[in-house]
């Protein structure tokens, strides 16, 4: 049957390894022979040990693992033209031809390049008599499929990405340990959550963790925001409140772009609730850590199915990210979920919100 790689690339998150075993456990059923590319894009350009064939037992007693068991790393030489061709003859030699990628937006726009280049690629190769012309025919096109492994879920056209939930439910246990002390000495917590561009896991586990206030990106306060903040905290205490807590994602800022760090709220809050030390908590990567949840057990394995599934029958080479929208498995072209994301991304740091908006929602109404 024909040879297909899986790997794991960027930022890990949980739920990769449900989705990997699903690549896995459907290629071999569906009589394809599966290949690990393990540490990201650097076990392609690596080849050896980088690449290697899996078994059904392999992937056995991964589900309820977080991380990922094939390893993921960030790959300076897949930027470069000499290292999408290392990965290519590296991965033609297996007969490789079909990718399923599970990563970020940086991977998946690799993917993309690379599937882009992959004619190219193997006729240098085979010019640089690297490579047999029977091996190139053999092998034309690269077909990739992308999952969304990303706990910011920051991917445009789909609702949750791999890994969200999971983060979700590191956060609120922290939020829901902090309130206990909070509330013990009237004190408050500012909680600080990752999401650069993205202030999903802030709002989140704002509405979920019944927060006091929140910061994100995408809804940056104006001027006169630490008026606002601190009277509005005062209230509370004044209405007999003795458990605040203040979520800040970590790329908030300001109408005009200035950054608004868990420091400063923190800062604020000490200054202007009546000599009130705040306490400033930085999750940082226990979010990415950790067991992952039902869903990001159920889902991924849903995708990593249907991924594969699509990667097997496609005849043409178009590259497809596999997402959640509306509860239903759906294939968006990557290229598309590609632009809308930087177009979210763009639209945000130009703090032009109604784009962002736009961009994030109805990209995929069609
Ligand atoms: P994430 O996938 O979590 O967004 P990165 O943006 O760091 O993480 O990307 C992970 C890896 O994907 C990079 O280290 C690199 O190997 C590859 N990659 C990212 N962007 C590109 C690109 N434009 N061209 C080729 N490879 C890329």
């Known amino acids: 049957g024909p040879a297909l790689g899986v790997l794991t690339s960027g930022g890990d998150a949980q739920g990769m390894n449900a989705a990997v075993r699903a690549v896995v456990r459907t290629a071999l059923r569906l009589g394809a022979r599966p290949y690990a590319v393990h540490e ?8 050896g040990p980088g690449i290697r064939p899996l078994g059904w037992d392999d992937v056995g007693g991964v589900l309820h693992v977080g991380g990922t068991v094939l390893g993921s790393a960030r790959c300076q030489e897949f930027r470069t033209r000499e290292g999408r061709r290392a990965a290519a003859a590296n991965l033609v030699r297996h007969g490789i031809d079909r990718l399923v990628v599970i990563g970020g937006d940086g991977s998946l726009r690799g993917a993309e390049e690379f599937r882009q280049e992959w004619p190219e690629l193997l006729a240098e190769l085979v010019a ?13 096109r690269l ?3 992308g ?18 939930d999971t983060a979700l439910h590191r956060i609120l246990e922290a939020v829901d340990a902090l ?38 990106p995408e809804d940056p306060p104006g001027e006169g925001w630490r008026d606002a903040l601190a009277e509005h905290l005062l209230a509370a205490r004044g209405a007999g409140l003795r458990d605040l807590i203040v979520i800040v994602a970590e790329g908030a800022t300001d109408r005009a772009g200035n950054p608004i760090t868990s420091q400063d709220v923190g800062a604020l809050v000490t200054e202007r609730l009546g000599g009130e030390g705040a306490r400033v908590t930085v999750l940082g990567h226990v979010q990415r850590g950790g067991r992952p949840s039902a869903y990001d057990r159920w889902m991924p394995t849903l995708l990593g199915y249907a991924a594969t599934q699509h990667v ?25 979920a590609i632009a809308a994301t930087n177009a979210v991304r763009d639209a945000v740091a130009a703090q032009d919100f109604a784009a962002a908006r736009v961009a994030r929602g109805g990209s995929f109404a069609s």
Not at 196 to 210: D, F, I, K, Q, T
Not at 313 to 334: E, F, K, Y
């Open 40 to 47: 990201g894009w650097g076990g392609a350009v690596a080849g």
């Open 147 to 164: 999952l969304v492994g990303s706990i910011d879920n920051d991917l445009a056209g789909t609702d949750m990405t791999i890994g969200a």
């Open 312 to 336: 097997l029958s496609v005849a043409d080479a178009s590259a497809t990210v596999l997402g959640v929208r509306h509860n239903c498995i759906t294939l968006l072209p990557l290229e598309r």
């Open 143 to 145: 077909a990739v499929a």
């Open 179 to 216: 309130r206990s002390t909070a509330a013990s000495h009237r004190r408050t917590f500012v909680v600080e959550v990752m999401g650069r561009h993205c202030g999903y896991l802030a709002l989140m586990a704002a509405v979920a963790g019944g927060a006091d206030a929140v910061l994100v």
């Open 128 to 140: 640089a008599g690297e490579l047999d012309e029977a091996v190139r025919l053999a092998h034309p």
